[in-house]
């Protein structure tokens, strides 16, 4: 079975620094791992994936992950935090391609300060 | 990227009403979509998994009765909450994925149930 874990509910950073999200799965299988953006009241955002290949991957608004397999992780990172950042963010994990279901973490809520 | 439409993004009902949420993938063909809960300030839970033509596969715990899922066709997607409780209400997400060799799951905005 599949499970993702969030350390920290809440991270607070202040405007220009770095941004680390924590996730840690567990899959008895080679995992696909997802990062989404949630705003308030808003459906979720696909920030970046990762399949195979490349274990850091990048996506959108300088968002980026790194797999590490004998860390079960899949920790999100942002060099320099801006106030737009500010959201929930969640960590998920899919077992297989196509179209199985996503196992999402309890969320991260990312506060920015000036 | 791909586009889900979901209707209403809010809704207000009395206790023992129905309330009706549609699901539309806008620009491609949905072959599964997914039904999540979201209580306030927790994550998704997954209530229910569609594909086009046939009956949705409930998570464990969620009443098949009372959240009626259905898959009509391949750009549609509805999910009914029947006889509508104040404990309903909540902020369901539903999701779309499509066609072989796709990982991605694009997600609709959300609607905010109230039940008073």
């Known amino acids: 079975a599949q499970s993702v874990t969030q350390l920290g509910s809440h991270v607070s950073v202040s405007e220009g620094a770095l941004v680390l999200l924590r996730c840690n799965y567990s899959s008895s299988v080679p995992p696909y791992l997802f990062w989404y953006v949630q705003y308030p009241n808003q459906g979720l955002q696909l920030l970046l994936k990762y399949t195979t290949g490349a274990t850091l991957v990048k996506g959108i608004n300088g968002f980026e992950a790194e797999f590490k397999k004998s860390e079960t992780s899949f920790h999100l990172t942002k060099p320099s935090a801006h106030m737009s950042d500010a959201a929930e963010y969640f960590c998920a994990v899919q077992r297989s391609y196509n179209t199985d279901k996503l196992i999402f973490g309890t969320g991260t809520r990312l506060q920015v300060f000036p | 990227g791909a586009v889900v439409s979901q209707h209403p993004s809010r809704v207000i009902c009395k206790s023992g009403t129905s309330v009706k949420i549609e699901c539309r993938s806008l620009d491609f063909q949905a072959t599964t979509m997914f039904w999540y809960r979201q209580f306030p300030k927790q994550s998704l839970m997954l209530m229910a998994t569609?594909?086009?033509?046939?009956?949705?596969?409930?998570e464990q715990g969620v009443e098949k009765d009372k959240f009626l899922i259905n898959h009509a066709s391949l750009t549609l997607s509805t999910l009914t909450v029947t006889s509508a409780h104040p404990e309903d209400s909540s902020f369901y997400i539903c999701?779309?994925?499509f066609g072989q060799g796709r990982t991605e799951a694009f997600f609709g905005q959300g609607t905010r149930l109230t039940v008073v």
């Open positions: 999701s779309a994925t």
């Open positions: 569609s594909n086009e033509g046939s009956k949705a596969t409930y």
